[in-house]
């Protein structure tokens, strides 16, 4: 919310403010004047900056190219495209709506407003006039957030009706999403830091409790450059966190607001200093006048270095003819001066800047920024005077100096209200950071049984549930993890520990993805064998697709490469190279065969002990798959799409697939739980996330829960039939003994 200082009034705005002295057209107003018009409301105009279409353009395409698909795949990029674009629309139309939450709020008050402009960082609402009271600023500050809290609520309903009726997805997608911006809208402005509409709330309060509004905009504005500060140190912790993106907005958003904090505070002590104050007060009187009749050169001979003024109006019977500065005559040639009039390079009356002595130096002030910084001034068409800038720097300084008593008997704020802010600055920034942390959380257990189809070989239908368990990976905010800690079913890990180095956003899920599906094929793969059947597997080498900082091939691979032999032993799939680097103690320097461009070199790398991949087992560091995979089974298998990733599936499609070929029945009518990779021999291999699948698997009402024996011990406490088992033969032999 934004009001042009009119009668003493500040200068501010919804997401930062800068000065303005005095009412003037917008135009002027570079940064934050509209570049377009939209329309009008109630006599309001509503316009758009060019930052506007920009930022438009951005949130519609992360939404229709990251946030929806993510959220709701399997649609058509049609849809994502119009979801994307129409949340877009409303979003803005939501900002739209709390800046005129606050103007009709203003215009009750007896305000009056000027317009409303989006841009950048949102809304500007452009007021006219000081504000009555503490309360009706108060009034006028809470308004718009209660807009907002009142469309959080409104689009989340809705959100809940059609999920309930079952509305089409891109429905409850742009509902969901509306809400949930309207709801950070409104936390990110109710922090207590000016300009934000919480440091307004502050001010008011203050402004009541201490009596002075000048008081109150210091503390407020000095609250709202520590939370400047802080953005700006989220945003530089960004850098070194993965986040540049997001890093670099938080740091220009942290700039304006100390910006727009400090032009707060310097309005309102303009504004005291200047208080009472009109224009004959600071302009010199009976400035002397230039003759229009004068040459130049006379002027200049006269002028300069004996009266001390740079500008001088020019007339010869009293009236305003026009302006003369030393600066316009120097510009005449010297053989021409002589030759030359000064009504001849004068700035005319009807361009130069005039003002009435009675006129407010508040209201002059916008007037002295244009042009050559002076005004004349006039009574009944008589020059009276002459006011320029430094007459009134002048008058600043004298003022500032008596001011400074008056600020120091003013109340303070107290220690309590410090206490209070800083608890919010910290709470948002915590809410607002997000440290190189993820948080491991159970999620919802998928029955895998009826998404498989096998034609080309007998099978039985199956009795019971096998169930997908599978863990929730986000990373949080710095609030998010410290609730984490305390939640018994969630883990806090290194971020590195799942996305390592070199694997971007999209890069992961893909990955994520691609291991799902390549663990469902290796899960049939396994089966069939287990079944006696013939299977065949292809490929041609091992792809580097990531390298764990700080691990022995850390700067000795690089994504992309792809590794096809080890001491001479050749790599056609993945899993040969972990077999082949496992099979020798942790310190066993390799020989590794790598293809890189259009190459192949010899890379000499160690292995050791990594925890963070495969604990108490030597690796190198590196996240691989096969190049070129293909698995040639005796039958043909479909699946159903999931949105999983990762290839901890693998033990539970193993078991369905194996149940639907094996003659007998190995579920029983039971609901069973069972997380593990599988490889086509029917190794079964580590996970993680445990205690949340068990969690997951307790919830799905699964009787019997089957993990790698490894990792017995990490599930923890748990009432269901737990199994460590080693490979598929020993999942199966385990279900036929229950």
């Not at 192949?600 to 963070?612: E, F, T």
């Amino acid at each position: 919310m934004r009001k042009t200082a009119k009668d003493g009034a500040t200068s501010t705005n919804e997401r930062g403010s800068r000065p303005d002295y005095g009412e003037r057209d917008s135009k002027d107003d570079g940064l934050l004047s509209p570049s377009f018009r939209l329309l009008r409301v109630r006599g309001i105009s509503i316009g758009a900056h060019w930052s506007w279409l920009l930022v438009f353009a951005l949130v519609a395409w992360s939404l229709s190219t990251q946030l929806f698909p993510r959220t709701f795949p399997g649609l058509a990029d049609r849809s994502y495209l119009l979801m994307g674009a129409a949340s877009a629309v409303m979003f803005f139309a939501c900002i739209l709506l709390h800046e005129l939450g606050h103007s009709f709020r203003a215009v009750k008050e007896g305000m009056r407003v000027g317009d409303i402009t989006l841009w950048l960082f949102g809304g500007v609402a452009r007021f006219e006039g000081m504000f009555p009271s503490a309360a009706a600023e108060f009034r006028i500050a809470i308004a718009g957030p209660a807009v907002s809290l009142l469309l959080a609520v409104a689009f989340g309903g809705a959100a809940f009706v059609g999920r309930v009726l079952q509305f089409p997805e891109p429905v409850v997608g742009v509902s969901e999403y509306l809400a949930r911006i309207n709801g950070i809208v409104l936390a990110f402005n109710m922090v207590p830091a000016l300009p934000l509409d919480g440091g307004r709330v502050l001010r008011s309060w203050l402004w009541h409790h201490q009596k002075s509004f000048t008081a109150a905009t210091i503390t407020a504005a000095k609250a709202g450059k520590a939370f400047a500060y802080v953005l700006m140190a989220i945003g530089f912790l960004g850098f070194f966190t993965s986040a540049v993106t997001g890093g670099i907005w938080f740091v220009f958003l942290g700039l304006f607001l100390l910006q727009a904090a400090e032009a707060e505070a310097r309005y309102v002590l303009l504004r005291r200093a200047l208080r009472g104050l009109r224009v004959r007060d600071l302009m010199t009187q009976n400035p002397v006048l230039a003759s229009p009749h004068s040459s130049v050169g006379e002027f200049l001979g006269r002028f300069v270095d004996v009266r001390g003024h740079s500008t001088y109006p020019v007339s010869d019977d009293g009236r305003l003819l026009g302006l003369i500065s030393l600066r316009l005559a120097g510009r005449v040639v010297p053989d021409e001066r002589d030759r030359t009039l000064v009504r001849d390079v004068m700035i005319p009356a009807d361009q130069v800047t005039t003002l009435r002595g009675d006129t407010p130096i508040m209201d002059a002030l916008s007037s002295l920024r244009v042009g050559l910084g002076r005004a004349v001034v006039l009574e009944q068409d008589q020059i009276v005077g002459i006011l320029s800038v430094s007459d009134v720097a002048t008058a600043l300084e004298l003022e500032e100096a008596r001011g400074a008593a008056a600020d120091r008997a003013s109340r303070g704020a107290g220690a309590a209200v410090w206490v209070v802010v800083t608890l919010a600055i910290a709470l948002a920034a915590s809410a607002f950071y997000r440290p190189p942390l993820a948080v491991l959380s159970p999620a919802a257990a998928v029955d895998v049984s009826d998404d498989i189809s096998i034609e080309g070989a007998p099978v039985d239908k199956l009795s019971g549930k096998y169930l997908l368990l599978a863990v929730r990976i986000h990373q949080p905010s710095a609030l998010g993890a410290l609730y984490a800690t305390l939640h018994p079913e969630r883990d806090v890990i290194p971020l590195s520990a799942v996305a390592p180095e070199g694997l971007g956003d999209q890069q992961y899920v893909k990955r994520q993805r691609n291991l799902f599906m390549q663990s469902r094929m290796l899960a049939a793969a396994a089966a069939a064998k287990a079944a006696g059947l013939e299977v065949t597997l292809e490929g041609t080498g091992a792809t580097v697709l990531g390298v764990l900082p700080g691990s022995p091939a850390d700067g000795e691979l690089r994504r992309g490469d792809v590794i096809t032999a080890v001491d001479g032993t050749n790599v056609s799939l993945a899993p040969e190279l972990g077999d082949l680097i496992t099979a020798r103690p942790p310190g066993t320097r390799f020989s590794l065969t790598v293809h890189r461009g259009d190459k192949d070199r010899q890379v000499q790398v160690k292995s050791a002990l990594l925890d963070r991949q495969r604990p108490g087992r030597p690796g190198i560091g590196v996240v691989i798959e096969t190049r070129d995979f293909n698995i040639d089974l005796p039958f043909e298998i479909a699946f159903e799409e999931h949105e999983v990733g990762g290839p901890s599936a693998g033990l539970a499609y193993a078991l369905a697939i194996a149940d639907l070929l094996d003659p007998k029945d190995l579920a029983e009518g039971r609901t069973i739980g069972a997380s593990g990779t599988v490889q086509v021999d029917g190794e079964v291999g580590l996970v993680g996330g445990l205690s949340q699948k068990a969690a997951a698997a307790e919830a799905a009402g699964a009787q019997v829960l089957l993990v790698p024996a490894e990792e017995v011990g990490a599930v923890g406490s748990t009432d269901l039939n737990l199994t460590g088992v080693q490979t598929l033969d020993d999942a199966i032999s385990a279900l036929k003994r229950k």
